[in-house]
Nanobody, 115 residues
Framework: QVQLVESGGGLVQAGGSLRLSCAKS????????MAWYRQAPGKQRELVAS???????NYADSVKGRFTISRDNAKNTVYLQMSSLKPEDTAVYYC?????????WGQGTQVAVSS
């Protein structure tokens, strides 16, 4: 069973930084597309960033230049480095792993940015 465990969320002031981590159990991590999504209260879940097995990345326009997604295949872990945080970044952040028709989600980690 694939399991994703996120960590690193918390409360930070606007302009600050946080790094989220997502550790995946099991095998085949290196070939999976890994992504971070977020869901703010009353809003739909949205894609924040993704990284494929070759290291190619994709970002939502709202986080470009501020967030960086990376992966360490040796540690089965994906990271989201968040800088210059804004109050509108406040949300529950979810890790996602996808390979063909297999997709799984982490339990989410709360990020709160105060103004």
């Amino acid at each position: 069973q694939v399991q994703l465990v996120e960590s690193g969320g918390g409360l930070v002031q606007a302009g600050g930084s946080l790094r989220l981590s997502c550790a995946k159990s099991g095998t085949i991590f290196s070939v999976m597309i890994m992504a971070w999504y977020r869901q703010a209260p009353g809003k739909q879940r949205e894609l924040v960033a993704s990284i494929d097995s070759g290291g190619s990345t994709n970002y939502a326009d709202s986080v470009k230049g501020r967030f960086t997604i990376s992966r360490d295949n040796a540690k089965n872990t994906v990271y989201l480095q968040m800088s210059s945080l804004k109050p509108e970044d406040t949300a529950v952040y979810y890790c996602n792993a996808t390979l063909l028709d297999l997709t799984c989600w982490g339990q989410g980690t709360q990020v709160a940015v105060s103004s």
